[in-house]
């Protein structure tokens, strides 16, 4: 019995032997694991400098004057927020449903590891989240085969460990939510709470708070754009997470679980959104400038990872009513546009042959997307051209919404030649700082910029240039006195091939009137009588200083407007006179700044004289008359109590304060133009069709009163109704210099009548 028992114990002191050799070969094997893996050989971990500083792809972003965010150039959609810019409940959120033990552990926790083991693979909440940070930074998803898994789960505890010694747990919370990706270009917290409910973090509730922290688990399948119900029920399951931690009360917890997810979906694209083209103006403007201002080590900033932030001047609710004001009037004009067309065989084209139309629309084809990718796949030219003829499914713009249709290709072109276009653009005259800017009616079908690209002849916009000259070489007054009468200039003088006899559009004349008088009917025969005065060259020189960069020819026809010029030049021209003489060159950039709020660049502010203070309020005292009795007047209806209203659009602007401006419309209404400017700010709009042979058939809806003014009166209409506006919109009178030589003051204003007249009688009589 006793032998026996003598070799019981040898065999269990044998197995005990046996077990602890095991489990020390094997936690030494653990401890070698680890060891090998902290010293790169199963893949290199990050350094010191990299756990400092984690390379995130960090978006570009792009900062209103008013501190909104207008957009992004991003690879992933990410722009980081520190942990003061969550919201408490977010935070409680994220450790009552991730991490309950977040501030108990240094990165590893141990029921979390045990549940890894057993479960091969550690998933259903086995990482902390210090661990799915070490894994959003340095290796990103997890492998699906087990054995590399194995490894990813080793690096992740130590890289876990390391970011624990090296950052706080709030860094390591903001840090986690600036990695996740939330789908639909939304990379971090902050592009999230902007893509699906339009809010910075800071401002999301309870509940939209635990819609994203449900998202951690699977954010493609629990999104809730896509999957509504199953983002519904998880965000719930936060909810009732929330409640089991403490966060929340039982009551809180039942109220926020009966109410819907109400999106706000408005993802992040680079053609979507607010401000489009101008972003896209910027995007150009950044490419010359990261090849223009290295790095000191002199390699070149990456616009869309290094995180730069460009800091603009346009202020973002002044650019959301520049918006809507071009979409309101474009698309009530549109259907004007329509009516007028109903019987035109060759719509949108007004009296141009087959051949011609041919030539337009195969221009088109040849600069389409179509084409080009046709082209760089060797696609015989034949081929491709029979293939804008084949009927196809896509996507077009309408003013109500894209509409899913079937046309051909050469069919779509031809749709959207219809399509009244717009440039629009408000500048600071004083700064020169540019407040709003509206390149087109939609970027995402028409990316054509007509404030920077598209330069259109501009009418009797150009009159003032001309008026301009004539009061600084003749010495002339708004009071002077010209005669209107028929004008003929001979074959010969100033280099012109043949006799040149400007008619008033309507073929009267008026006999003697003021300078005033004469630039507030827009008359002809007076703008061309000035520039045989001063001669062509004076005027292109004028124009010239007043920072017009286009090519303008020395012919005295340009004294009708018949020269090509860009929006955003015409406003800086006129806020010329605004600023008492001085021309300040358009400015969209206050700052750029890297990742780390390292200022890189200021923009240096670009002035000169072209005037003096008199005359160019001389030349503003000119322009108020347009506003006063010529083809601006409309918009003094329905102001001061009147119930008067523009009746070919039916708005009443009820702009009461002095308004300078002046109206445009070129030759076949191709163009219709508004400058207009009040003391701080000068806008500019032009209207019309892409090709110059679409337009309106009569002036009654193709003058620049009708097809541009709207927009300046409905965007200044909105500015002035928004007390918030940082930017404060003045409605004094414009500066009077002291000791003004030039007489202005040639008539007291006749009261203008408000009620309901027919407005075609004074836009168009004399308006080119």
Request: charge should be neutral; include cysteine.
């Given at each position: 019995?006793?032998?026996?028992?003598?070799?019981?114990?040898?065999?269990?002191?044998?197995?005990?032997?046996?077990?602890?050799?095991?489990?020390?070969?094997?936690?030494?094997?653990?401890?070698?694991?680890?060891?090998?893996?902290?010293?790169?050989?199963?893949?290199?971990?990050?350094?010191?400098?990299?756990?400092?500083?984690?390379?995130?792809?960090?978006?570009t972003e792009i900062i209103s004057s008013d501190g909104e965010t207008l957009g992004k150039f991003y690879i992933e959609n990410r722009t980081p927020v520190k942990y003061t810019e969550l919201p408490k409940h977010l935070v409680e959120a994220?450790?009552?449903?991730?991490?309950?033990?977040?501030?108990?552990?240094?990165?590893?926790?141990?029921?979390?590891?045990?549940?890894?083991?057993?479960?091969?693979?550690?998933?259903?909440?086995?990482?902390?989240?210090?661990?799915?940070?070490?894994?959003?930074?340095?290796?990103?998803?997890?492998?699906?085969?087990?054995?590399?898994?194995?490894?990813?789960?080793?690096?992740?505890?130590?890289?876990?460990?390391?970011?624990?010694?090296?950052?706080?747990?709030?860094?390591?919370?903001?840090?986690?939510?600036?990695?996740?990706?939330?789908?639909?270009?939304?990379?971090?917290?902050?592009?999230?709470?902007?893509?699906?409910?339009?809010?910075?973090?800071?401002?999301?509730?309870?509940?939209?708070?635990?819609?994203?922290?449900?998202?951690?688990?699977?954010?493609?399948?629990?999104?809730?754009?896509?999957?509504?119900?199953?983002?519904?029920?998880?965000?719930?399951?936060?909810?009732?997470?929330?409640?089991?931690?403490?966060?929340?009360?039982?009551?809180?917890?039942?109220?926020?679980?009966?109410?819907?997810?109400?999106?706000?979906?408005?993802?992040?694209?680079?053609?979507?959104?607010?401000?489009?083209?101008?972003?896209?103006?910027?995007?150009?403007?950044?490419?010359?400038?990261?090849?223009?201002?290295?790095?000191?080590?002199?390699?070149?900033?990456?616009?869309?990872?290094?995180?730069?932030?460009?800091?603009?001047?346009?202020?973002?609710?002044?650019?959301?009513?520049?918006?809507?004001?071009?979409?309101?009037?474009?698309?009530?004009?549109?259907?004007?546009?329509?009516?007028?067309?109903?019987?035109?065989?060759?719509?949108?084209?007004?009296?141009?042959?087959?051949?011609?139309?041919?030539?337009?629309?195969?221009?088109?084809?040849?600069?389409?997307?179509?084409?080009?990718?046709?082209?760089?796949?060797?696609?015989?030219?034949?081929?491709?051209?029979?293939?804008?003829?084949?009927?196809?499914?896509?996507?077009?713009?309408?003013?109500?919404?894209?509409?899913?249709?079937?046309?051909?290709?050469?069919?779509?072109?031809?749709?959207?030649?219809?399509?009244?276009?717009?440039?629009?653009?408000?500048?600071?005259?004083?700064?020169?700082?540019?407040?709003?800017?509206?390149?087109?009616?939609?970027?995402?079908?028409?990316?054509?910029?007509?404030?920077?690209?598209?330069?259109?002849?501009?009418?009797?916009?150009?009159?003032?240039?001309?008026?301009?000259?004539?009061?600084?070489?003749?010495?002339?007054?708004?009071?002077?006195?010209?005669?209107?009468?028929?004008?003929?200039?001979?074959?010969?003088?100033?280099?012109?091939?043949?006799?040149?006899?400007?008619?008033?559009?309507?073929?009267?004349?008026?006999?003697?009137?003021?300078?005033?008088?004469?630039?507030?009917?827009?008359?002809?025969?007076?703008?061309?009588?000035?520039?045989?005065?001063?001669?062509?060259?004076?005027?292109?020189?004028?124009?010239?200083?007043?920072?017009?960069?286009?090519?303008?020819?020395?012919?005295?026809?340009?004294?009708?407007?018949?020269?090509?010029?860009?929006?955003?030049?015409?406003?800086?021209?006129?806020?010329?006179?605004?600023?008492?003489?001085?021309?300040?060159?358009?400015?969209?950039?206050?700052?750029?700044?890297?990742?780390?709020?390292?200022?890189?660049?200021?923009?240096?502010?670009?002035?000169?004289?072209?005037?003096?203070?008199?005359?160019?309020?001389?030349?503003?005292?000119?322009?108020?008359?347009?506003?006063?009795?010529?083809?601006?007047?409309?918009?003094?209806?329905?102001?001061?109590?009147?119930?008067?209203?523009?009746?070919?659009?039916?708005?009443?602007?009820?702009?009461?304060?002095?308004?300078?401006?002046?109206?445009?419309?070129?030759?076949?209404?191709?163009?219709?133009?508004?400058?207009?400017?009040?003391?701080?700010?000068?806008?500019?709009?032009?209207?019309?069709?892409?090709?110059?042979?679409?337009?309106?058939?009569?002036?009654?809806?193709?003058?620049?009163?009708?097809?541009?003014?709207?927009?300046?009166?409905?965007?200044?209409?909105?500015?002035?109704?928004?007390?918030?506006?940082?930017?404060?919109?003045?409605?004094?009178?414009?500066?009077?210099?002291?000791?003004?030589?030039?007489?202005?003051?040639?008539?007291?204003?006749?009261?203008?009548?408000?009620?309901?007249?027919?407005?075609?009688?004074?836009?168009?009589?004399?308006?080119?």
């Amino acid at each position: 019995m006793a032998n026996k028992n003598s070799n019981n114990n040898e065999d269990y002191s044998k197995y005990v032997r046996k077990f602890w050799k095991i489990f020390g070969i094997g936690f030494l094997s653990v401890i070698l694991f680890f060891l090998l893996a902290s010293w790169g050989v199963f893949g290199a971990m990050p350094s010191f400098d990299q756990l400092e500083n984690p390379d995130s792809n960090v978006a570009t972003e792009i900062i209103s004057s008013d501190g909104e965010t207008l957009g992004k150039f991003y690879i992933e959609n990410r722009t980081p927020v520190k942990y003061t810019e969550l919201p408490k409940h977010l935070v409680e959120a994220l450790i009552a449903t991730e991490d309950e033990r977040f501030y108990e552990h240094s990165g590893i926790d141990s029921k979390g590891t045990l549940r890894a083991i057993v479960t091969l693979g550690g998933s259903g909440g086995a990482s902390t989240i210090t661990q799915q940070l070490a894994k959003n930074l340095f290796h990103g998803e997890g492998s699906h085969f087990f054995l590399f898994r194995i490894v990813q789960k080793a690096k992740e505890w130590i890289i876990a460990t390391k970011l624990e010694r090296q950052y706080t747990k709030e860094e390591i919370i903001a840090m986690y939510l600036n990695t996740v990706d939330f789908v639909n270009n939304a990379v971090g917290i902050r592009s999230a709470a902007k893509t699906y409910f339009g809010k910075e973090p800071k401002e999301l509730t309870v509940d939209e708070a635990a819609v994203f922290v449900g998202m951690l688990k699977n954010p493609y399948y629990l999104n809730p754009k896509r999957f509504e119900k199953a983002s519904f029920d998880r965000r719930n399951t936060v909810l009732s997470q929330m409640e089991r931690s403490g966060f929340l009360t039982e009551a809180q917890k039942t109220a926020y679980q009966k109410k819907p997810i109400v999106l706000h979906f408005s993802p992040q694209s680079h053609k979507e959104g607010i401000a489009t083209y101008f972003r896209e103006y910027l995007r150009e403007y950044m490419k010359k400038w990261v090849k223009e201002n290295k790095k000191e080590d002199g390699t070149e900033y990456d616009l869309y990872t290094d995180g730069l932030k460009i800091y603009t001047t346009i202020d973002s609710k002044m650019q959301k009513y520049a918006e809507e004001a071009v979409d309101e009037h474009l698309a009530n004009l549109q259907e004007q546009f329509y009516i007028d067309q109903k019987n035109n065989k060759n719509a949108p084209f007004i009296k141009l042959s087959d051949a011609e139309t041919e030539k337009i629309l195969e221009r088109a084809m040849k600069n389409s997307e179509r084409w080009r990718i046709m082209s760089e796949k060797n696609i015989d030219e034949s081929a491709i051209k029979a293939s804008f003829k084949k009927k196809t499914r896509m996507s077009v713009f309408t003013w109500k919404g894209e509409k899913d249709t079937l046309m051909t290709p050469l069919d779509s072109i031809r749709y959207y030649k219809h399509f009244l276009q717009s440039g629009m653009m408000s500048m600071e005259p004083q700064t020169g700082h540019v407040k709003a800017w509206v390149g087109g009616i939609n970027y995402k079908h028409f990316q054509y910029d007509h404030v920077q690209q598209g330069a259109r002849q501009v009418g009797s916009t150009f009159k003032p240039f001309v008026y301009a000259t004539a009061i600084e070489q003749l010495h002339y007054s708004p009071c002077d006195s010209i005669r209107d009468e028929p004008f003929s200039m001979p074959k010969g003088k100033y280099g012109i091939d043949a006799d040149w006899n400007p008619q008033n559009s309507n073929g009267k004349y008026l006999g003697t009137v003021t300078l005033k008088k004469a630039l507030a009917l827009s008359i002809n025969t007076v703008s061309a009588k000035l520039i045989d005065r001063v001669g062509p060259k004076a005027v292109v020189d004028m124009t010239h200083k007043l920072g017009v960069e286009s090519n303008i020819p020395e012919q005295p026809a340009i004294a009708l407007g018949a020269v090509e010029i860009t929006v955003s030049d015409m406003v800086a021209a006129y806020s010329t006179f605004a600023n008492q003489g001085m021309y300040v060159k358009p400015i969209v950039i206050t700052k750029i700044e890297d990742k780390n709020g390292v200022i890189l660049f200021q923009p240096k502010v670009e002035t000169h004289e072209v005037v003096s203070k008199d005359i160019a309020y001389a030349i503003i005292k000119l322009l108020e008359g347009v506003t006063e009795t010529g083809s601006g007047a409309r918009l003094k209806w329905g102001g001061a109590g009147g119930t008067g209203y523009d009746r070919m659009t039916g708005y009443p602007y009820s702009i009461i304060n002095p308004v300078a401006g002046k109206t445009g419309t070129t030759q076949n209404q191709s163009d219709g133009w508004f400058v207009g400017m009040v003391p701080n700010l000068a806008t500019g709009v032009w209207v019309g069709n892409e090709d110059r042979s679409a337009h309106f058939k009569s002036l009654t809806y193709g003058q620049g009163a009708t097809m541009a003014l709207p927009i300046w009166g409905l965007f200044m209409k909105k500015c002035y109704a928004d007390d918030s506006l940082v930017y404060k919109i003045s409605e004094k009178p414009f500066d009077r210099p002291a000791n003004l030589s030039i007489k202005v003051d040639c008539w007291k204003p006749p009261v203008v009548d408000t009620t309901v007249v027919d407005s075609t009688a004074i836009d168009s009589e004399f308006d080119f």
